[in-house]
């Protein structure tokens, strides 16, 4: 059952960075995540309406806390998407993607430790720490002894930092939520509380990212475009990103080592990368991957 486990989450390591290709290669827009995240919702709904209001209208209904923290994690995950699509549309897969990845495992280490909620009291999750910012700082270089500020203070970097503090708030946000409805709907699984809250979720990030897209004209045209030109991808981008998180809970269902699922999640870091220098023909100097080499390290020591 183990080795099934780590089958399942490679898939779904494979799985992350394959939505976030077809983001790049498609229409790197908000406009696009948005028509992905509706789809993967309006999947996702025949399932959980049938299967979870019943339990709702038999309980309490929510809580303050948890209406919190879904509207806190669907504007999370509007600022996730829209820095991804920004980040890409600005520059190289390969840069954007490690980067918007590794980043937020830095920031809820800092405000866990900020926050008293977590103290790194492993000598081994410091050295990962170490090697994720070294490998953040080398990723953007083109040779080891440029260091240049220009290098970082470009529109991809920080887009790729705005995805990933989004990533970092919603993170904090689902951990809230998870707990909240497994205390009011004990007679649910672990799996099926999971399941729940990514169609809570998913709906409240497309309201959101509707209203942004519908502020702007410019991404209305584009929705409007994509709507005709790019459906089939969109589909498929949102399959992949609901087949994403279910394939890994599922993993969670048959080992209890977690550690290990979370750190197999991480492979995604150095696919993304392969596949933006591979499809994309970005460049790949040895600064490029010693730099993924070092995050993905990092990452996988730091967890």
Excluded at 17 to 34: D, Y
């Amino acid at each position: 059952m183990v080795w099934l486990a780590v089958i399942l989450v490679v898939c779904s390591a494979v799985l992350h960075a394959s939505w976030n290709l077809f983001g790049k290669k498609v229409s790197p827009t908000p406009a696009f995540f948005l028509l992905a995240f509706l789809c993967s919702t309006a999947v996702l709904t025949p399932i959980a309406l049938p299967l979870f209001m019943p339990v709702v209208m038999h309980n309490s209904g929510f809580t303050l806390l948890l209406w919190s923290a879904i509207l806190i994690a669907g504007i999370a995950q509007m600022v996730y998407c829209n820095g991804l699509a920004y980040a890409y549309a600005a520059g190289d897969m390969s840069q954007a993607y490690p980067l918007a990845r590794a980043a937020p495992v830095l920031f809820v280490v800092i405000f866990s430790f900020w926050w008293g909620i977590e103290t790194l009291d492993s000598w081994i999750a410091i050295v990962g720490i170490g090697l994720l910012i070294v490998g953040c700082f080398i990723l953007p270089m083109r040779h080891l002894k440029d260091f240049r500020w220009v290098n970082y203070l470009n529109r991809t970097s920080a887009y790729a930092l705005m995805a990933a503090l989004g990533t970092t708030v919603y993170t904090f946000a689902d951990k809230a939520a998870l707990t909240e409805l497994a205390q009011l709907y004990p007679e649910l699984s672990g799996f099926e509380v999971a399941l729940f809250y990514i169609w809570l979720e998913g709906v409240s990030a497309c309201v959101f990212m509707g209203l942004y897209v519908a502020l702007k004209p410019i991404e209305t045209q584009q929705l409007k475009s994509l709507a005709h030109t790019s459906l089939k991808w969109a589909v498929i981008t949102g399959l992949a990103v609901n087949a994403t998180y279910v394939l890994v809970l599922w993993a969670m269902q048959m080992t209890d080592n977690v550690s290990l699922i979370v750190a197999l999640r991480q492979l995604s870091i150095p696919i993304g990368a392969i596949l933006g220098i591979w499809v994309f023909r970005e460049p790949a100097g040895v600064t490029r991957w010693l730099g993924i080499f070092l995050i993905t390290l990092g990452v996988m020591l730091a967890l």
